[in-house]
């Protein structure tokens, strides 16, 4: 969703140029609303066949990442933050604290359950960190 919206915000802007600046620049603007498009499409392909590690997690903060070389632990932080349509994750390693990541879940991207209870893992890490 996000995706086609920046989409159709960047041909407006080449498609609404004060007209006749220069010459040739119905050509220009036909090249550039093909890039935009075609650059699209790339990005939605290459997301499909994309595949994605399983995660499990649980509601005290234990992120699970599994794949052909076995299992990776994370601990989500008190830095994750949830939204409406977003949840950005921020994720630590339990072994060193230094190894960290963002990972960015947007809400169509999983079922509206799996949403929710993320949101509440969330929100339970960062109760737990103000207790303390």
Known sequence: MIQLLSVAILILTVVCWQPEIFKFEFLLQFLFVCL??????????LDYHRTHNP????????????????????QITDKSRVSIFLVFIHLVSPVNYRNSKWRLVCKDQVNDRDYRRLCRAIVYQQQSIGKN
């Open 36 to 45: 935009i498009l075609i650059s699209f499409f790339r990005t939605l392909l």
């Open 55 to 74: 995660v499990i997690f649980s509601e005290r903060g234990e992120w699970t990442e599994t794949n052909i070389d076995g299992q990776i632990s994370w």
